[in-house]
């Protein structure tokens, strides 16, 4: 069933008050006002859906490169810009790819937004909670996280996706491993804990009745702002040491992928119309993500004529660096691969403006249903990869979101 729209008090208030992205002047004095919802298996294209209800709003969701900073009056009520987050089976979908396993967390929307106002006046604020059961509000304690699959499970996927690339059937996939841990008491702690990481571009919080995600993640899906567009592909990680850099800059078999994943993206950009010639402005910048080294490039374009939402989220999604190349064929072998599905993870979440689009990618992305909390850990996998090494690669990504989680101090 289609949820079109929904008033805001059908709206969790988000734990942090912060959504991803959200611009900083906002965070302070904006209100949820109407939000939208578009579960996999709902009729429609979601990012018509999607472009048609910001449309409605009073976002400029059919021509993303008009500058303009004014915030839009609907009635009595100042529309600042919305939250938007699409899964990445959203993203499959838009893309006309194959869908794999369902979510392990359906109450969550595989398309949401919420448009939000500056106003005065007060709101109503939804009473509803994450808490694990009722007596447990004050404390907070999590279970022994469960994989979906075992480390050797992991790397016999690995081991397929290389022989798939053998064939010549791919040339990359990205794959990627759920874990869940029940948990007891109030989540929202918990979840700024993961928003505030170091590294965290998109660090944040978004809900909804029955759930809530909040993510750590460094990597543009997207940005749309002064006339350009912009993706940021992450690709290759080492642990944040002298040495792990030094190799890091050093590995062959990571700046391979790193190319790979560029070109992707470039392509990605080009065949959106209304763009003008793609050029990489950085090529394998290293950043650092907690205790992390990765290596990241800037990929743009021009934008020279009208580019609406619908068609760009299209292009974009699901996002090269959490997919694999070709897109389409390396999407086809993960709904082959992982037994869960990617729910919040390898999707986006951002804000949407009046001057700007900025979308992260929801890698180091969490969710919590009321009962379980959800994390998701990967890679990319190239005939040079050791499964081994990619096993303890999605670890060392996944180990900074379950300590915040738990409150356990970083070494």
């Known amino acids: 069933m289609l949820h079109a729209t929904g008033p805001v008090d059908h709206l969790l208030s988000t734990p942090s008050g912060a959504p991803p992205a959200a611009p900083a002047a906002c965070q302070a004095r904006h209100h949820a006002l109407r939000a939208f919802r578009w579960y996999r298996g709902d009729p429609g294209d979601p990012a018509e859906l999607l472009s048609g209800f910001l449309a409605d709003n009073g976002l400029p969701v059919r021509n993303l490169g008009r500058t303009d900073d004014k915030n839009r009056t609907i009635g009595d009520s100042t529309i600042c810009g919305a939250a938007l987050y699409v899964s990445a089976d959203a993203g499959s979908v ?7 396993a369902p979510s392990p967390v359906p109450v969550v929307p595989d398309v949401y ?68 841990a029940a948990y007891r008491g109030d989540p929202a702690p918990a979840l700024r804990r993961v928003a505030a990481l170091p590294g965290a571009r998109y660090g944040g919080v978004l809900a909804g009745p029955g759930w809530a995600l909040a993510t750590a993640s460094p990597e543009t899906l997207v940005e749309v702002r002064d006339g350009r567009v912009v993706t940021r592909p992450i690709k290759g990680t080492r642990p944040a040491t002298e040495a792990g850099l030094r190799e890091l800059l050093a590995s062959a078999k990571e700046r391979a992928e790193h190319v790979m994943i560029v070109d992707l993206e470039r392509n990605d950009l080009a065949r959106l119309p209304g763009t003008g010639p793609v050029r990489v402005d950085e090529l394998f910048a290293v950043r650092r993500w907690v205790g992390l080294w990765q290596a990241e490039s800037v990929v743009s374009a021009p934008l020279d004529g009208d580019v609406g939402l619908a068609d760009l989220l299209r292009a974009i999604c699901p996002g090269g660096s959490v997919t694999g190349a070709p897109k389409l064929a390396a999407l086809s072998r993960i709904a082959e691969l992982e037994p869960v599905g990617r729910g919040v993870s390898m999707g986006g979440a951002g804000w949407l403006g009046h001057d700007h689009l900025d979308l992260g990618l929801t890698i180091r992305t969490v969710a ?3 009962a379980r909390l959800h994390a998701w850990a990967g890679g990319g996998i190239t005939a040079d ?15 900074p979101i379950r300590a915040a989680l738990a409150s356990v101090t970083l070494p």
């Not at 838009?94 to 794999?100: D, I, K, N, P, T």
């Not at 990869?385 to 180990?399: F, G, H, L, R």
């Open 368 to 370: 919590a249903d009321g």
């Open 113 to 180: 937004a919420i448009v939000y106002e500056h106003s005065s006046k007060s709101r109503h604020k939804s009473d509803f909670t994450l808490s694990s059961s009722a007596g447990t509000a004050s404390g907070w304690s999590i279970g022994a996280w469960r994989d979906s699959w075992t480390r050797d499970e992991h790397a016999h996927a690995v081991e397929q996706v290389r022989a798939a690339i053998g064939r010549g059937d791919v040339y990359q996939v990205n794959v990627v491993g759920h874990a869940a």
């Open 94 to 100: 838009m893309a006309g790819a194959v869908l794999g």
């Open 385 to 399: 990869s050791d499964p081994i090494a990619e096993v303890d690669e999605a670890a060392a990504k996944a180990a």
